[in-house]
């Protein structure tokens, strides 16, 4: 993982432990009043239903899982969820969440751990509202890393977010203690699975605003591949 990749994690953990992101963040209300509506709805499981990715075998892996607002709403439906997130102290607040809300195959892993602590027969990668927070050296890193946790046929439904202005599909993400957000077009997303070796299956858009597009790729791990 390159100097870019580590920054970048280092400045979101600064930013939950220490600048009490999910806590004061407009959207989220704080830990201890949100509730799935504050977020809309079962965007997650309808996203993960729509490429065919919940079965109740399946095991899944979410990049970046929050509280496990996302989790909470399929886990019921796979038979495992480990979920990827860079503060020990987030994650702690993320299984108490879920274990009292009756959730309990989940299992909460450091990102400065994935690639030692996953296990290498995951049927899905899940992220939302993630990749746009990150460098695009680090999504890389996600992309590749996770592709070899996958089994054969395995797949990533993933987000990402596309603005429509001139110049910001080759921004990205500033090191310092901020919210970024970086743009992916449809060309970088297709080099991003030429880039991992993964094959590109389909995306799916929906235009939230004027100037703003909602990817989800649906990526998948060719069988017989390393």
């Given at each position: ?9 280092e ?74 997130d860079v ?38 990668v ?33 987000q ?31 080099q ?35």
């Amino acid at each position: 993982m390159g100097d870019s990749s580590n920054s970048n994690l280092e400045y979101w953990v600064r930013l939950q432990d220490d600048e009490g992101y999910f806590d004061n963040h407009p959207i989220y209300h704080g830990a201890r009043e949100f509730s799935l509506n504050d977020y809309g709805g079962d965007d997650a499981g309808q996203a993960l239903a729509a490429f065919g990715a919940l079965a109740p075998g399946k095991k899944v892996a979410v990049i970046g899982c929050g509280y496990g607002r996302e989790t909470l709403q399929f886990a019921g439906e796979v038979a495992h969820v480990w979920g990827i997130d860079v503060s020990a102290k987030l994650l702690a607040r993320t299984q108490s969440f879920l274990a009292s809300r009756g959730i309990d195959n989940f299992s909460p892993v450091l990102a400065s751990e994935y690639d030692e602590r996953l296990p290498h027969d995951l049927d899905v990668v899940f992220s939302v509202v993630v990749m746009q927070h990150l460098t695009r050296d680090l999504v890389r890193d996600y992309f590749r890393t996770l592709r070899k946790h996958l089994v054969d046929g395995g797949v990533f439904v993933v987000q990402f977010l596309e603005e429509l202005y001139d110049g910001v599909d080759q921004r990205d993400a500033e090191l310092r203690v901020y919210e970024p957000s970086i743009s992916w077009t449809l060309a970088q997303l297709a080099q991003l699975s030429i880039d991992t070796g993964l094959r590109f299956r389909e995306v799916r858009t929906q235009m939230l605003g004027p100037r703003t597009l909602w990817h989800w790729v649906h990526f998948a791990k060719e069988a017989g591949s390393a």
